[in-house]
């Protein structure tokens, strides 16, 4: 054995900085934003970047970093995401969620370990490399780390991409997470589905749980909901069997879902009762007519009286058409010099992208988490120390193939 290899191993500035940024608990509902601000204002120094934080919603910092382009007249790349994690039951973990330890494997364990603490960490030392080699890139790249996104973006990317301080980024083009894989490739995301939350709530009379009351409430509810379900098997069926024009099956993301999540009625057996309510939470693929498809579901609800509310919405935002963007050719070759295959799909559920895509910013939705199961808000969340340093290699010919366009 030679001295060295005795040694114990040095870790990668890069592994200890994701492992730092992993214990800082943003997890909500109470993240810790200031640590996480004091973290990261303390990183951008350390990488000589400008470094702005902007409090649009109290308490709820947005992080800024810059490095200027040396053509500052081109549009900039936004390196985004964001900054909480989703909760932990923290009797189903093997090791502390909060404490990123490292297994004899390499193995890395935390919540926020692949949603999304790595893809940040990625941005970082991706230029740590690159300022290493003298590189200088053409594109100003502004990394912007944001609240709020596992609870929908409002205080967060939403209220970001309407302000002033967004519009002096003088974006073109954006980058922000996907998700794992377990084969050898990475997904990207270059759309996503727009949640529509309703709440039905059916009105009827109330009477003895013997006869047959007019109208009934739970009647009315339970007929609408199958128009709900109805519209399911058939989208299910869809995605059973339809191919898309390159021949390949179709994905998640280009249905609609409309599952009911919630049902409320009732107060014993033998009491029919005058309110029944129903929670659905619907996805509305890219591609559908969005005023089109209300119109149905309002049809739907009409037909047996049943009053309807939105919850929440997104009207839609526009996908990133693949081939009007030179950086589509920069994924693909960076991705071939890595040995890597991308699957470019809709995203199924929402991320951030949508409120850029949404004002006009062209996104990849893109986490350089290959080989790895998809850990995502579950239990025993980790990232293998390998994999995170390969994604570091990855996002600094990403970035400067973006960044040199
Ligand atoms: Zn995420």
Redesign the pocket.
């Known amino acids: 054995m030679s001295p060295q290899s005795k040694k114990a191993k040095v870790e990668d500035i890069a592994v200890t900085r994701f492992r730092e940024y992993l214990r800082i608990k943003t997890v909500q509902p109470t993240p810790d934003y200031a640590g996480c601000t004091a973290f990261l204002t303390k990183y951008a120094k350390e990488l000589n970047l400008e470094c702005k934080v902007v409090e649009l919603v109290k308490g709820k910092p947005l992080v800024i970093m810059t490095w200027k382009g040396t053509d500052p007249s081109q549009k900039s790349l936004i390196l985004n995401s ?1 900054t909480d994690v989703v909760p932990v039951s923290e009797e189903h973990w093997d090791n502390p969620p909060f404490e990123a330890v490292k297994l004899d494997n390499g193995d890395i364990v935390a919540r926020g370990a692949q ?2 603490k790595c893809v940040g960490i990625w941005y970082m030392e991706a230029i740590r490399k690159l300022q290493q080699q003298n590189k200088k890139l053409k594109r100003t790249l502004h990394l912007t780390w944001v609240p709020d ?1 596992e609870i929908g973006g409002h205080d967060g990317m939403m209220v970001f991409v309407k302000s002033k301080e967004f519009k002096e980024l003088n974006a073109g083009f954006a980058l922000d ?1 996907g998700l794992a894989n377990e084969k050898n490739a990475f997904k990207l995301y270059y759309g996503e589905r727009s949640p529509w939350w309703l709440t039905l709530i059916a009105k009827g009379n109330a009477g003895h749980g013997s006869k047959f009351i007019e109208p009934s409430a739970t009647y009315r509810l339970l007929k609408t909901l199958d128009k709900f379900l109805a519209f399911r098997d058939s989208e299910q069926k869809r995605l059973e069997f339809e191919l898309s024009h390159d021949g390949k099956p179709i994905t998640l993301g280009d249905v609609t879902t409309t599952n009911v999540t919630i049902l409320k009625a009732g107060v014993q057996h033998n009491v029919v009762h005058e309110e029944a309510q129903a929670g659905v939470d619907i996805r509305i693929a890219p591609t559908v007519n969005h005023k089109e498809f209300e119109q149905m579901v309002k049809e739907w609800c009409a037909e047996y009286d049943v009053e309807m509310k939105t919850v929440q919405k997104f009207d839609g935002a526009p996908s990133t058409i693949l081939s009007e963007h030179k950086e589509w050719q920069v994924v693909q070759s960076v991705a071939k010099k890595h040995k890597v295959d991308i699957e470019p799909e809709i995203f199924p559920a929402a ?1 951030d992208s949508r409120f850029l895509r949404q004002i006009g910013v062209p996104a990849f939705g893109i986490s350089a988490i290959k080989n790895t199961p998809v850990l995502l808000h579950d239990h025993n969340e980790y990232l293998n120390e390998n994999v995170f340093l390969e994604g570091v290699s990855f996002y600094v010919d990403l970035i400067s193939g973006m960044a040199n366009l």
């Open positions: 964001h949603d999304m996104e997470e991320t």
